[in-house]
């Protein structure tokens, strides 16, 4: 096996940044949805929109795993480089597959919420294309 290098594990740095980023940004669009969510279920209280504040309750709490397994990820190749920095590379080692580990974790959890978000999607349209047929039925001239 090649030495491990401080090159290595600061690559790192880029993709992780950028998909915090993005975890970021999916964390503040949900933040809104629930504000929203909350407003109209105070309003209308349904059964659907509480279903929809627990999907979304299930999926921050994905978004917030993600977030702290890249996080570690990110503080373990900050590890590893000052393991390498003070000669403890086969420790660094270690600590660099760990920090592989959590970011591949993150990246999986990443996969399963975006499947429950496309999930909650498809009912939003099920329920738009549901509503179209009982108007088109209805000989609607919007439709016709």
């Known amino acids: 096996m090649e ?13 992780v940044s950028l998909i915090m980023l993005a975890y970021t940004n999916r964390f503040l669009s949900y933040a809104q949805v629930v504000r929203t969510l909350k407003g109209d279920y105070d309003l209308h209280p349904t059964r659907i929109t ?4 627990d999907n979304l309750r299930k999926r921050l709490s994905l978004i917030r795993t993600m977030q702290i397994l890249g996080i570690v990820s990110l503080l373990l190749s900050v590890l590893c480089m000052f393991l390498i920095y003070i000669g403890f590379q086969t420790s660094a080692v270690g600590v660099f597959a760990i920090s592989l580990l959590c970011l591949i974790c993150s ?9 429950i978000s496309v999930r909650a999607l498809d009912l939003h349209l099920s329920e738009m294309e549901r509503q179209k047929a009982k108007k088109t039925s209805s000989d609607d001239p919007l439709y016709s």
Not at 3 to 15: C, K
Request: net charge negative.
């Open 107 to 115: 990246l999986g959890i990443s996969i399963g919420e975006i499947v």
């Open 3 to 15: 030495e491990l290098t401080l090159t290595t594990p600061s690559l790192l740095f880029s993709a």
């Open 50 to 53: 509480a279903a929809q504040i």
